[in-house]
């Protein structure tokens, strides 16, 4: 479901997939958190799962998004970028701006 996703969405909208800047995340878990803005679409991976769920999860952690509203094209879903909702399906996500 993630590569077919993501391989769909780059075949679309190919703008979106133009460089890597680090989005940093804000938190008592933001040490688990990588997500890279890959110009327009910002992939977000959970990093060290086991220690993260040691520590009781994610709690007040949050991505600094760029302004304006995004969505996760993996789950459906839209996100303010808190990490305990928007990884709660899939320990991953791949957002894109909403119009």
Do not use: M, N, Q
Not at 6 to 33: D, I, M, N
Not at 37 to 53: E, F, M, Q, S
Not at 62 to 72: I, Q, S, V, Y
């Amino acid at each position: 479901h993630v590569t077919c996703t993501a391989l769909t969405l780059r075949r679309e909208r190919p703008e979106l997939f133009t460089g890597y800047t680090p989005v940093t995340a804000s938190g008592s878990a933001a040490a688990h958190a990588v997500a890279f803005d890959r110009g327009g679409a910002i992939a977000v991976a959970t990093r060290l799962p086991v220690g993260l769920a040691a520590a009781g999860g994610w709690g007040d952690t949050a991505l600094d998004l760029p302004e304006g509203r995004w969505h996760d094209v993996l789950t459906g879903l839209d996100t303010d970028g808190r990490l305990a909702e928007l990884l709660a399906v899939h320990p991953v996500a791949l957002l894109v701006r909403k119009a």
